[in-house]
């Protein structure tokens, strides 16, 4: 049964209206009215007024179910237009049209159609960490691997082979400091050589002058 209820000259404009309307077709009235307390637009306590009016008339004038209630259909529909006008500059007139308009929301009864939401399911149950074992309970399970494992003989077992040690930090400071005190020394050896040729320039000059 479709039951019906009107609001008109409602100082909004048909388009405002309209997309509030859109959202709410085929929902249940109480989710209807949910979403509409959730809305940021100033439409929305408007359409919930007429949502709640044609509930109530459902209710008291036809008997209905209040849960059983659908929203069938929301009209909007353009009521008459104000014409107001703001006077601009060089005694010009701005038009403003202030908008109205009609809203019917149309409410059905479908009993066993709204979806009751269903109650919590029961909780997994969770693993639970396990115990730790006692002294005697760790003795026998070493009993048990040493009786399953084979006795192994000194033959019987390969030594691995040894890895190759690697040098200390302070082994190798000591070889970084020795190369640089050979390069040192080679270095000095090579200005002293350089300053003792020098030195024997000067006396050969000195030679060949007194020959002449």
Known sequence: MEVQAKAKWVRTSPR???????????????????????????????????????????????????DDLVIKEIRVEPGPM????????????????????????????????????????????????????????????????AAIEPATTESDEVEAPARPRKPDAALAKTDVKKAEAKKGEARKGEVKKTASKKKDEPKKDTKEKKSK
């Open 16 to 66: 405002k209206v309209r997309l509030v309307a859109q959202t709410l077709r085929n929902l249940p009235v109480s989710e209807a009215l949910v979403a509409c307390s959730f809305m940021p637009k100033s439409a929305a306590r408007d359409v919930a007024k007429v949502i709640r009016s044609a509930q109530a008339n459902a209710e008291n004038n036809f008997n209905l179910v209040k």
């Open 82 to 145: 104000l014409k107001r006008g703001q006077p601009r500059a060089m005694g010009r007139l701005f038009s403003i049209f202030k908008r109205t308009s009609h809203i019917t929301a149309v409410v059905e009864d479908r009993p066993g159609v709204v979806r009751r939401r269903a109650a919590a399911l029961p909780r997994a149950p969770q693993p639970t960490a396990r115990p730790a074992p006692t002294p005697a309970a760790a003795a026998a399970a070493a009993r048990t691997a």
